[in-house]
């Protein structure tokens, strides 16, 4: 099974500031067709998961292009160029070349 | 408009059984694999379940394998979790999800449910 590593568990930004968040694979993600399936999740308390990000760096219909992601291999990253209140909640990589894992969220607050 | 609404959720007693059913809408059902992730209080996500779209390879986490069985029938444009053997560790919030990708495989998981929640308690 994949484990998904996610850093930090918790992120203190200011209104307008960039924010970043990590995340590793125990194995590389690179599938036997030459993708990788690396996506990035939003989730607002009391909500439902949303897609943000998938195939490490295509933003979903209707992401605001201040969430970009970046990596390959085993190593991944998500930005947020300049955080806005609604940006608040906790953040999920997932990765769905080896069936499903997710990492285990970063949670993203305005300080 | 993708709406993925799921039911059946509830309290039952360790070991008893419980089935989850998720009603789609918004989408041609019979072309998408689904799946189901749960998310215990407080805690984060775990993929659960996962079937094709022509309701075949069934694949499980560890933790429900031999417990849960996931189905689909497009007829009825639904998805469905049958859980026996419940654990006070199953107890969580199940989602019911769309899975995306194209003929050579799955790229993740593009729409999700607001979710059904099942506590195991006696």
């Known amino acids: 099974d994949i484990v998904m590593t996610q850093t930090p568990l918790s992120s203190p930004v200011t209104l307008g500031q960039p924010a970043s968040i990590s995340c590793r694979s125990s194995?590389?993600?690179?599938?036997?067709?030459?993708?990788?399936?690396l996506s990035w999740l939003h989730q607002r308390p009391g909500q439902p998961p949303r897609l943000l990000i998938y195939?490490?760096?295509n933003r979903f219909s209707g992401v605001p292009d201040r969430f970009s992601g970046s990596g390959a291999g085993t190593d991944f990253t998500l930005n947020i160029s300049r955080v806005e209140a609604e940006d608040v909640g906790v953040y999920y990589c997932?990765?769905?070349?080896?069936?499903?894992?997710f990492g285990g969220g970063t949670k993203v607050e305005i300080k | 408009e993708v709406q993925l609404v799921e039911s059946g959720g509830g309290l039952v007693k360790p070991g008893g059984s419980l089935r989850l059913s998720c009603a789609a809408s918004g989408f041609t059902f019979s072309t998408y694999s689904m799946t189901w992730v749960r998310q215990a209080p407080g805690k984060g996500l775990e993929w659960v379940s996962s079937?094709?779209?022509?309701?075949?390879?069934?694949d499980y986490a560890d933790s429900v394998k031999g417990r849960f069985t996931i189905s689909k029938d497009s007829a009825r444009n639904s998805l469905y979790l049958q859980m026996n053997y419940l654990r006070a560790e199953d107890t969580a919030v199940y989602y019911c999800?769309?899975?995306?990708?194209?003929?050579?495989?799955?790229?993740?998981?593009?729409?999700w449910g607001q979710g059904t929640l099942v506590t195991v308690s006696s």
């Open positions: 079937i094709t779209s022509t309701n075949r390879h069934p």
């Open positions: 997932m990765q769905a070349t080896h069936s499903f894992s």
């Open positions: 195939k490490i760096s």
């Open positions: 999800a769309r899975v995306f990708g194209d003929t050579s495989g799955w790229w993740g998981i593009d729409y």
């Open positions: 194995q590389s993600l690179v599938h036997s067709d030459g993708n990788t399936y």
